[in-house]
């Protein structure tokens, strides 16, 4: 299995981004995804998450501005980012949740004026 994490860039504070992962594999349907960053230095933190049955989790810190949602029929999962701020600068992942899957490249999001 393999992820693919796209759709990142340099946005500016207030603005929006969707990033995209597309999973291989024949049974992203089944698997709780989710979303982590990273920052140089720094343990890599779960942002959000979304169990096949469609329960979802985010934490406080990104919680009303940030939506996670998936396509199964693209083996693909977004995460919709409003309202940035500098501080979401970090490389964003996607995996399982909890991640069992090897970690794909992620991408960069950079949120800067």
């Known amino acids: 299995v393999q992820l693919q994490a796209s759709g990142g860039g340099l946005v500016q504070p207030g603005g929006s981004l969707t990033i995209s992962c597309v999973v291989s594999g024949s049974d992203f349907g089944i698997r709780a995804m989710a979303w982590y960053r990273q920052v140089p230095g720094k343990q890599r933190e779960l942002v959000a998450s979304?169990?096949?049955?469609?329960?979802?989790y985010y934490p406080d810190t990104v919680k009303g501005r940030f939506t996670i949602s998936r396509d199964n029929a693209k083996n693909t999962a977004y995460l919709q980012m409003n309202s940035l701020k500098p501080e979401d600068t970090a490389t964003y992942y996607c995996?399982?949740?909890?991640?069992?899957?090897?970690w794909g490249q992620g991408t960069q999001v950079t949120v800067s004026s």
């Open positions: 979304l169990a096949s049955g469609g329960n979802t």
């Open positions: 995996n399982t949740d909890p991640p069992i899957l090897v």
